[in-house]
């Protein structure tokens, strides 16, 4: 079963249906044991940075996620689940994050209409098994207004371009994060989402031979 995390910031309702298409069994949960009972877990999310951070921690989840994500269960990262797993973010004075990727979220220049919303490409750095099947250049659905700053390169296998080029996909080991919005990226988006179950369902039955 694939938990969707609910702390009270995310439209996970369209994420959970976006699973059921893909094919896949997922279930919205709000406690620590039943993320310990899942086999992955995706992290959605649109909202304030530091209020998030303050639900996952009073709830308790913070800490169960790490703890989760440590013992090697594949994690999604949407939106501002992405950002989340970074260091510190910019929006409204300085609030720390998780602190597992490198880096720092920032707000996009003032150059470009903010917030981005609609459809813009991301183009691959590096191969990873959450876009297979995707060509190079696919357009995915965009709403945000803040960045990931990455500070390791070789972490970020995906960008685009609005303004600067920001990563919008970064994968380190079983976890993964990426800032537009599969569940509203059409037939693309579910490739995803399957994809992600599959690793899921494969690291599954790793953990049981």
């Known amino acids: 079963m694939i938990a969707i995390v609910d702390y009270g910031m995310g439209n996970l309702r369209s994420?959970?249906?976006?699973?059921?298409?893909?094919?896949?069994?997922?279930?919205?949960?709000?406690d620590a044991s039943s993320l310990s009972r899942s086999s992955g877990i995706v992290l959605p999310g649109v909202g304030a940075f530091a209020r998030a951070m303050e639900n996952l921690k009073q709830t308790g989840l913070f800490e169960a996620i790490k703890s989760e994500i440590?013992?090697?269960k594949p994690f999604l990262g949407?939106?501002?689940?992405?950002?989340?797993l970074f260091e510190v973010s910019e929006e409204f004075g300085l609030t720390d994050g998780m602190g597992i990727f490198p880096g720092r979220v920032k707000k996009l220049p003032d150059t470009v209409k903010v917030p981005h919303m609609g459809w813009n490409k991301v183009f691959f750095k590096k191969e990873t098994p959450l876009m297979e099947g995707i060509l190079n250049g696919s357009h995915f659905y965009f709403v945000h207004s803040y960045f990931v700053d990455a500070?390791?390169?070789?972490?970020?296998?995906?960008?685009?371009?609005?303004?600067?080029?920001?990563?919008?996909?970064v994968q380190k080991d079983n976890i993964f994060g990426i800032q537009f919005h599969p569940?509203?990226?059409s037939t693309l988006g579910l490739r995803i989402l399957k994809n992600f179950g599959g690793l899921?369902?494969?690291?599954?039955?790793n953990s049981r031979c």
Not at 78 to 84: A, D, E, K, P
Not at 200 to 205: F, P, Q
Request: glycine share 12%; proline share 2%; charged share 20%.
């Open 15 to 30: 994420v959970q249906k976006g699973f059921e298409k893909a094919g896949w069994e997922a279930s919205i949960v709000s």
């Open 70 to 72: 440590n013992a090697g």
């Open 78 to 84: 949407i939106c501002l689940g992405l950002q989340l």
């Open 151 to 169: 500070e390791t390169p070789d972490q970020i296998v995906g960008i685009t371009e609005y303004g600067l080029n920001f990563a919008s996909m």
């Open 183 to 185: 569940e509203k990226s």
């Open 200 to 205: 899921v369902a494969k690291n599954d039955r």
